[in-house]
């Protein structure tokens, strides 16, 4: 491929709003230009490393017997409501209406659409498992968009969907898939750290998410020093820190009995704490989350008897559309709101509105607390249990209660862990320190369960011939998000460092002037190398050396060769190759330099796997 033929417009400077070194390359390099917030178009040297993470992805998925199919992006809402995410999903999924007036969603996701494809097609167990997979747009409109495609509002995702008769089924496919995804990023150069996740929006039980170390990652993972656990903050669990009672609702033996104290002008826990000369573990901290889309049964929830429920299809679960809970917590703890929205299977939690808290408490923000509220049911952290001698808001302005004892003057009407983990907390499984690193999720694979497949009615018969439903996985990954962060790890100040395996060329030929003899070595050395499979580019451009060679560094081709004059006429002719990212070039007779590029060029992807 001729330089002058193509089209890669680099740049001398990224835009303004490109932040982050895989933004600022991409752009600068000529590889993508931004159409509008969120939303992008690859040029030609773009798509070339595109498509190589894309058929990296598509050959492990094969590899794996998961069978490639391509459906349409657009699928009519009908589907989702069936599922009850038409309501769940929120402003995040983009619904139109087709000129017939129907429903319709641009996908953000498809566990729907494949499930109805399965569904129609399924009949007997002797089909099963079955995984399928699609490499294809998505859409989300994400509040802000950032960091170039890291996170845009339309990108492509690798997304797979695996049925099963059985748990073990699903299992053995899990294990395959993380196998799958483990090789996928090992090939694309990437060093990435399974951590355990939340299930998040999509339900169900195992989940695992493939991090990549960044400082800009948007998540906050918990390692452990001792051993190999890894989770995400959304997800860590620690050992406790107390000594867990026994028989947490047995009251203890010696408490003081529940004691009202005017406490003026005190209500942060810190203005507390001085106040009454103790710690903010001897505080059971009350806080009111609002919560969005709750399918937790609250039927004999305190305060919930006349809560809307939506029911989206017969078979699938009650939503709430809203629902208010009091969230207890050690003092000197916070609670994570993911764990918190998956204990109470919620879309979404927020503090609540301080009128809400004022109408729902009867007291002003900061007096809130567990002993006699009737209006809210109160979830507690397991830290609370315990708790026999504390001190927490009396539902009153300016008044706590002392010798708060859990189990004796109140009882949670959910116990649950939602404390957020923090450096130094103790590992969960060894009892190790634990650390933090920031994160970015490249991939995701998921133990769905029923999730789908029971609402939408999914069944196929049994080797009894009985009806049963089938239990789903889902899995998936971020193409250009993999693109981005394979340009984080592998830069230098020059540019892009491309590994082998993605590189849009592997090697660029740089003719000093593209003239007389140098024009014929350089075509004889580029049509030697893609006669062996190796993908070059000549930068033919009527263009100063320096220029040229600002572009090979910044597009970041692996191997550089540089063809001049004056290496043509040594005693044996010659060239200079250069591997990107190294300080020396060689110098290569021209008769060896086919033979031995292609050679470094098939050992590096062999490296690579
Ligand atoms: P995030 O937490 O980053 O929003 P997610 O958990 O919502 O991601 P999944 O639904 O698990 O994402 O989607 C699978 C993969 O799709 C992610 O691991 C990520 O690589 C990619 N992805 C998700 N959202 C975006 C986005 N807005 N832009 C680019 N890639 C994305
Ligand atoms: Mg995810």
Redesign the pocket.
Known sequence: MKFSQTFIPTLREAPADAVIVSHRLMFRSGMLRKLAN?LFTYLPLGLLAFRKVENIIREEMNAIGSLEIKPSVVAPGELWKESGRWESMGDSMLRVKNRAGADMVVS??AEEMVTGIVRDELSSYKQLPLSIYQINV?Y?D?IR?RYG?????E???K?AYSYHVDEQSLDETYQKMGTAYRRIFKRCGLAVLPVRADS?A?GGSGSE??MVESEIG??TLLLCRECDYAANVEKAGCKPDYDAPADALAPAADAAPLEKIPTPAARTIAELCAFLKTDAKTFVKTLIYRAVNVELDLSNAPGCALLKRVRPAPDAPAVYAEAFFAVCIRGDLDVNEAKLAAALKAGEVSLASDADVERLTGAPVGFAGPVGLASLPVVADETTAALKDAVAGALEKDVHYRHVAYGRDFAPWLAADVRTVKAGDRCPVCGGEMYEKKG?????I?KLGYKYTKPMNARFLDENGASQTPVMGSY???????LASIIEEHHDDAGIVWPMSVAPFHVVIVPIKYEGAVKSATDAIAAGLEKSGVETLVDDRNERAGVKFNDADLTGIPFRIVVGEKNLALETPSVEVKRRGEEEAKRMPVDAVVQETAGMVFDELMRLG
Do not use: A, C, Q, S
């Open positions: 969120g953000p996701t998505k989300r994400e968009p495609v890291m996170r845009g509002r990108f492509t995702m997304d998040g999509m998410e493939f948007d998540n970015n999720e490249l991939g995701h998921f998936g990954i971020g193409v250009d998000r993999t």
